[in-house]
């Protein structure tokens, strides 16, 4: 089975500040790994995916997340935010296999101040 | 291209009545699956539909029912409605297998059961 854990539902950072969300996931073997964001009264879009390529992803709007196995780690960064990055951000996991399936995790809210 | 289509958007509902909600994929796009958003779980999963079989299932009761017809709409039903049912209903369309890919994700239709 495979999960993924968000440590708390809520972020806030000022505008230009450094954007860190954190995911940690678990999986008996190889993951994909996915970031996708929602905003308000909207549906989810992929951020960026992992599928074992390079462990250093590059998404849109500037977001990027390293893969690191060591620590069963997927954290999204972005090094300086913007008032329009304001939205939920989900981390989900899956892996190959005829009956695998994406699993999300809770979500959390980035807000961003002024 | 057009987006992933849902319908109906909103809808109220008494508890004990029955709810019909409709996907309407990309062009191309074979793989549907339906997912639960709530604030207090995030989203969970209901059930992928690949080429009209149903390929994996969540955790939720024989309530929550879904199919795919050959042009990949699909539509999933929730029998005998309860107050906790009141959630986001999310559709997300994929030209393959959701496990691998990216997602799409429609608007969703949100349900209110009263």
């Known amino acids: 089975a495979q999960s993924v854990t968000q440590l708390g539902s809520h972020v806030s950072v000022s505008e230009g500040a450094l954007v860190l969300l954190r995911c940690n996931y678990s999986?008996?073997?190889?993951?994909?790994l996915f970031w996708y964001v929602q905003y308000p009264n909207q549906g989810l879009q992929l951020l960026l995916k992992y599928t074992s390529a390079a462990t250093l992803v590059k998404g849109i709007n500037g977001f990027e997340a390293e893969f690191k196995k060591s620590e069963t780690s997927f954290h999204l960064t972005k090094p300086s935010a913007h008032m329009s990055d304001a939205a939920e951000y989900f981390c989900a996991v899956s892996s190959t296999g005829a009956n695998s399936k994406l699993t999300f995790g809770k979500g959390i809210t980035l807000s961003v101040r002024p | 291209k057009a987006g992933v289509t849902q319908t109906p958007r909103y809808l109220i509902k008494t508890r004990g009545q029955q709810v019909t909600l409709s996907c309407s994929p990309i062009?191309?796009?074979?793989?549907v699956s339906w997912y639960q958003q709530t604030p207090g779980q995030g989203l969970q999963f209901l059930f992928e539909?690949?080429?009209?079989?149903?390929?994996n299932k969540g955790n939720f009761p024989g309530r929550f029912s879904g199919r795919q017809f050959s042009n990949s709409r699909s539509e999933m039903n929730v029998s005998t409605l309860e107050l906790g049912d009141s959630a986001l209903y999310l559709c997300?369309?994929?030209?393959?297998?959701?496990?691998?890919?990216?997602?799409?994700f429609g608007e969703g239709s949100r349900l209110t059961v009263l």
């Open positions: 997300a369309t994929a030209e393959g297998w959701t496990n691998t890919g990216e997602l799409f």
């Open positions: 062009s191309g796009h074979r793989s």
């Open positions: 999986s008996s073997v190889p993951p994909y």
């Open positions: 539909y690949f080429s009209e079989t149903q390929r």
